[in-house]
């Protein structure tokens, strides 16, 4: 089978092997087992945030598909949860909105797995894993050993973990600790959600009503996989927004988008830069199967015939474009496999 059709950017060639070990036990062994063969090996979840190349990728595929959420012991206020890795992340999301848990509600309508949740420490509007993640269960690839690592030695940060720098293995299962109070959300931390929902910054609001909200926002920017809207056919937004010194995001014109960070830090807007760039929605390289999205200016899409290296070829020429035009690099989001994005 080839890696397109487990993917949402729906590019790719084939695996050597595809695994898709049922249980936890069958995972660990599958695991063990290929990294004993000393082959190529990665994990796969829902395959929303990766470009698998044309060649597909010579080692084995380790699917991660076991499910299932276990309420454990927890405080009167709180709830904690022990999710397996190959729970869909969004049916996690409903499941707490269903309870009246508050925490992930602002993460509805992000596809993939809950166990691919803490590699780049998934986030939307004002919530991000991190908030919510008490530690991960981990088979470690380096010393073969299960291992349950607190949130706080993971290194999260925006995008950003242990493991995105290098730390290789399979999350096995997450724990989290919600908050029980009576079905309100934590406070609203994203003005763009408090304003869809004419609410203020900082309220707390029916869990129900900021996961429909944010699902409202999510569609009109592609942003929701949906079988009819081409624009979904994408790995989500394929840069992240770039951070940089302060003093250099002063010298922008006065409008460019920015967020402060830390005193000197600043996160600039990748979609702002792009546009300001010259590249608008829909834009697309003469005979190339992939484009920007006509909905978001941050994602690219698999038109329909879209090979891995069109999708390559837009991400490096916006990339070229808004290096030369503010000097600033942009990173793609999504990991690349069997290709570099030097390919
Ligand atoms: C339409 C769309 C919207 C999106 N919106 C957002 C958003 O708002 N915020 C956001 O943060 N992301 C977003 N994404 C990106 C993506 O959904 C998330 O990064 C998600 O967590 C990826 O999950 P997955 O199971 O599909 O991972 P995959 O694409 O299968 O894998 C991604 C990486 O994680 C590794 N991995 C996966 N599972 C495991 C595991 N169990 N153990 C170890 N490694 C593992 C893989 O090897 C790979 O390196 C969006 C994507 C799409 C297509």
């Given at each position: 089978?080839?890696?397109?059709?487990?993917?949402?950017?729906?590019?790719?060639?084939?695996?050597?092997?595809?695994?898709?070990?049922?249980?936890?036990?069958?995972?660990?062994?599958?695991?063990?087992?290929?990294?004993?063969?000393?082959?190529?090996?990665?994990?796969?979840?829902?395959?929303?945030?990766?470009?698998?190349?044309?060649?597909?990728?010579?080692?084995?595929?380790?699917?991660?598909l076991?499910?299932?959420?276990?309420?454990?012991?927890?405080?009167?206020?709180?709830?904690?949860?022990?999710?397996?890795?190959?729970?869909?992340?969004?049916?996690?999301?409903?499941?707490?909105?269903?309870?009246?848990?508050?925490?992930?509600?602002?993460?509805?309508?992000?596809?993939?797995?809950?166990?691919?949740?803490?590699?780049?420490?998934?986030?939307?509007?004002?919530?991000?894993l991190?908030?919510?993640?008490?530690?991960?269960e981990?088979l470690?690839?380096?010393?073969?050993?299960?291992?349950?690592?607190?949130?706080?030695?993971?290194?999260?940060?925006?995008?950003?973990?242990v493991?995105?720098?290098?730390?290789r293995?399979?999350?096995?299962?997450?724990?989290?600790?919600?908050?029980?109070?009576?079905?309100?959300?934590?406070?609203?931390?994203?003005?763009?959600?408090?304003?869809?929902?004419?609410?203020?910054?900082?309220?707390?609001?029916?869990?129900?009503?900021?996961?429909?909200?944010?699902?409202?926002?999510?569609?009109?920017?592609?942003?929701?996989?949906?079988?009819?809207?081409?624009?979904?056919?994408?790995?989500?937004?394929?840069?992240?927004?770039?951070?940089?010194?302060?003093?250099?995001?002063?010298?922008?014109?006065?409008?460019?988008?920015?967020?402060?960070?830390?005193p000197?830090?600043?996160?600039?807007?990748?979609?702002?830069?792009?546009e300001?760039?010259?590249?608008?929605?829909?834009?697309?390289?003469?005979?190339?199967g992939?484009?920007?999205?006509?909905?978001?200016?941050?994602?690219?899409v698999?038109?329909?015939s879209?090979?891995?290296?069109?999708?390559?070829?837009?991400?490096?020429?916006?990339?070229?474009?808004?290096?030369?035009?503010?000097?600033?690099?942009?990173?793609?989001?999504?990991?690349?496999?069997?290709?570099?994005?030097?390919?």
């Amino acid at each position: 089978m080839d890696l397109r059709e487990l993917t949402t950017l729906r590019v790719g060639g084939s695996p050597r092997e595809l695994l898709s070990p049922e249980t936890p036990d069958e995972l660990v062994r599958a695991s063990l087992d290929v990294w004993a063969s000393g082959e190529e090996w990665m994990a796969l979840g829902g395959g929303s945030n990766i470009v698998v190349g044309d060649d597909g990728f010579d080692g084995s595929v380790i699917r991660v598909l076991t499910r299932g959420i276990e309420a454990l012991p927890s405080v009167p206020g709180t709830a904690r949860l022990r999710v397996q890795a190959g729970e869909p992340w969004d049916e996690l999301v409903s499941y707490t909105v269903d309870r009246g848990l508050a925490g992930i509600e602002a993460m509805a309508g992000i596809p993939g797995s809950s166990g691919a949740g803490p590699i780049q420490n998934i986030g939307a509007y004002g919530q991000e894993l991190s908030d919510t993640l008490v530690s991960v269960e981990f088979l470690d690839h380096e010393t073969g050993r299960l291992e349950v690592i607190p949130a706080a030695r993971l290194e999260l940060g925006y995008r950003s973990s242990v493991f995105k720098a290098g730390r290789r293995g399979i999350v096995l299962s997450i724990e989290l600790e919600l908050t029980d109070a009576e079905g309100l959300s934590r406070p609203v931390a994203s003005q763009q959600l408090a304003t869809a929902i004419g609410a203020a910054f900082g309220d707390r609001i029916p869990v129900g009503v900021i996961r429909d909200a944010v699902l409202a926002l999510r569609r009109v920017k592609g942003m929701v996989l949906d079988a009819a809207d081409p624009d979904t056919t994408s790995a989500g937004s394929f840069f992240t927004n770039p951070l940089v010194a302060a003093s250099f995001a002063r010298a922008l014109p006065p409008d460019a988008a920015q967020w402060p960070i830390e005193p000197d830090r600043v996160k600039l807007s990748a979609a702002w830069l792009i546009e300001r760039a010259g590249i608008g929605r829909g834009f697309s390289l003469p005979g190339s199967g992939a484009a920007i999205s006509s909905k978001h200016t941050l994602a690219i899409v698999n038109t329909g015939s879209a090979t891995a290296y069109d999708i390559l070829e837009l991400a490096r020429f916006v990339q070229e474009r808004v290096r030369n035009e503010f000097g600033v690099a942009l990173q793609p989001e999504p990991g690349y496999i069997g290709m570099t994005s030097g390919d």
